[in-house]
């Protein structure tokens, strides 16, 4: 199973649409991002982890799970960096490849040496609009299906059994 760990205000910043947002509420930029995370996880099926700095907010870690998605606001005092070198720790093994996404050159170079892979920020919103556009031809593809009978009937003998179906005389 693959493990995308995303470093949550690193790609906030760097996403065009979530950079304006949290400009306005920073809240608001965390749910979007979460819920497009969210998505993504359920189109690919990796296991999703986002990750958010506490480092100068007083208090104790807190862990959530949205859709799937496990949500991490770090302790006080400890870095999302911090935290998401210790989950690559924890979630990788031979049977696991671990993603993170990050644009933060020094954090890339530390889970290199510890066996994970990056997805700049840039790259993930690639993916994630395309992940977007796929479901959204989907749905498309979906909704322009007529269900045909087996048997071939005129239009007439169609609407007529239509109206029967839905109980109209």
């Known amino acids: 199973m693959d493990v995308l760990i995303v470093d949550g205000y690193n790609v906030i910043g760097a996403w065009p649409e979530l950079q304006a947002l949290r400009d306005k509420d920073l809240a608001q930029a965390r749910d979007l991002l979460i819920e497009k995370m969210a998505d993504y ?3 690919m099926g990796n296991r999703v982890i986002v990750v ?3 480092y100068e907010v007083p208090g104790i870690e807190k862990m959530t799970q949205y859709r799937r998605v ?3 606001f770090t302790r006080e005092n ?3 960096d911090e935290r998401i070198e210790k989950l690559v720790g924890e979630v990788k093994n031979i049977k696991t490849q671990v993603y993170v996404a990050t644009s933060d050159y020094t954090e890339q170079r530390t889970i290199f040496a510890q066996g994970a892979l990056r997805i ?3 790259e993930l919103l690639i993916e994630v609009d395309n992940i977007e556009r796929e ?5 498309q593809v979906q909704h322009s299906k007529k269900v045909r009978s087996k048997i071939p009937l005129n239009e007439d003998v169609l609407e007529v059994f239509e109206k029967w179906r839905r109980g109209k005389r």
């Open 41 to 43: 996880q359920a189109y």
């Open 52 to 54: 958010f700095d506490a």
């Open 70 to 72: 496990q949500v991490i």
């Open 78 to 80: 400890e870095t999302a």
């Open 120 to 122: 700049s920020a840039r």
């Open 135 to 139: 479901i959204e031809q989907d749905v």
